[in-house]
T-cell receptor
């Protein structure tokens, strides 16, 4: 079975531009998570969905960040406008249950100049 | 402030040596997971411990959950270069009839050949 698929793997953009990160979770997994990883703050949970419904978005840093899950096989994380401090690796993960094993994608490395 | 404190932050050892990584908290966890993350990839689950005092072995890796379910350790015997990576612990915390998964900041392990 294919794992969690993220795109793009790398994104370099300029401050003020819109960034859209994409994720395809493992089929049959009811939970989808978006994490951000930096050296300073480690892995931070941004938002998670259960059955395509956003459950907890308290980790979303500010209104510039938004996430959607239009169906069970696709989710997006959008940053508009992007800022240099948004530079990080963004991971999507899925799981069968909330406290179960998380299956991570390979991540999207974002650099905002 | 991290809910889970991992120590040490960095560890560099020679091939064949043993090492121990610690994960501590003042909170009681329902369960605790250990992940390993290699450069350019997402974290991968190694083990989940659930019962206080539980010990699990995965080849040369030994995981222990503290009796009070507040701490855990990972011991690697005769480390190999392939053990190099970022080791992350993640605790499942019961909060007001809900569950919260929190990651530690991680321990970067380098095993020199």
């Amino acid at each position: 079975d294919a794992g969690v698929i993220q795109s793009p793997r790398h994104e370099v953009t300029e401050m003020g531009q819109e960034v859209t990160l994409r994720c395809k979770p493992i089929s049959g997994h009811d939970y989808l998570f978006w994490y951000r990883q930096t050296m300073m703050r480690g892995l931070e949970l941004l938002i998670y969905f259960n059955n395509n419904v956003p459950i907890d978005d308290s980790g979303m840093p500010e209104d510039r960040f938004s996430a959607k899950m239009p169906n069970a096989s696709f989710s997006t994380l959008k940053i508009q406008p992007s800022e240099p401090r948004d530079s990080a690796v963004y991971f999507c993960a899925s799981s069968l249950k909330w406290t179960g094993e998380l299956f991570f994608g390979e991540g999207s490395r974002l650099t905002v100049l | 402030t991290q809910l889970l404190e991992q120590s040490p932050q960095f560890l560099s050892i020679q091939e064949g040596e043993n090492l121990t990584v610690y994960c501590n908290s003042s909170s009681v966890f329902s369960s605790l997971q250990w992940y390993r993350q290699e450069p350019g990839e997402g974290p991968v689950l190694l083990v989940t411990v659930v019962t206080g005092g539980e010990v699990k072995k995965l080849k040369r890796l030994t995981f222990q959950f503290g009796d009070a379910r507040k701490d855990s350790s990972l011991h690697i015997t005769a480390a190999q270069p392939g053990d190099t990576g970022l080791y992350l612990c993640a605790g499942v915390l019961s909060v007001s009839n809900d569950y919260k998964l929190s990651f530690g900041a991680g321990t970067t392990v380098t095993v020199r050949a």
